[in-house]
């Protein structure tokens, strides 16, 4: 099949959103646009594996088509509880980015976009912000068609009825 829908970076968001939820994807095609993407550099769809960041395999029993693609269309317009971006500076320079996975009276955990976990001590930390913006890149399907973006869809949605 000859795919002649239109790249997402040449449509206004709303528009992109209404295509990708109206468009039908296909299933195996989202798997190679899942990897194509790099969306496994953040995310799993399976629990067998280290958790990184939000996980992508029963996602589609939560949220609807339409909420899918502005989730990854827009990503900053939604962001999942729990996966709120966090900066920090420590008193020694290093500056650290990602969502917290634990917290204690002396400690913070953090686990970068890497899904590597990084332990502060709050002694060491000179600022602390909540940004505003998400892990998840804006922008991240420039580049693929609606179809492509439709078919990622349908694969998240076919891994969620497994």
């Known amino acids: 099949m000859l795919d002649e829908t239109p790249i997402i970076k040449s449509l206004k968001p709303q528009q992109a959103i209404a295509m990708v939820t109206k468009s039908a994807g296909d299933a195996s095609l989202g798997r190679t646009i899942f990897e194509n993407a790099k969306c496994a550099n953040c995310h799993t769809i399976s629990q067998a594996e280290s958790q990184k960041g939000p996980y992508l395999g029963n996602i589609a029993k ?7 693609a502005v989730a990854i269309l827009q990503p900053e317009k939604t ?3 729990g996966f709120a971006t966090n900066s920090f500076l420590t008193y020694d320079g290093l500056v650290l980015t990602g969502f917290v996975t634990d917290e204690q009276n ?25 940004l505003p913006t998400s892990m998840m890149p804006n922008g991240i399907l420039d580049e693929f068609t609606v179809f492509q973006a439709s078919s990622l869809i349908e694969y998240l949605t076919e891994i969620a009825d497994r």
């Open 62 to 68: 939560t949220y609807k088509r339409p909420e899918l």
């Open 106 to 130: 002396d400690l913070v955990v953090l686990r970068d976009q890497n899904g590597k976990e990084h332990t502060l001590l709050k002694d060491d930390i000179e600022i602390r912000k909540k």
């Open 79 to 81: 962001i999942a509880q």
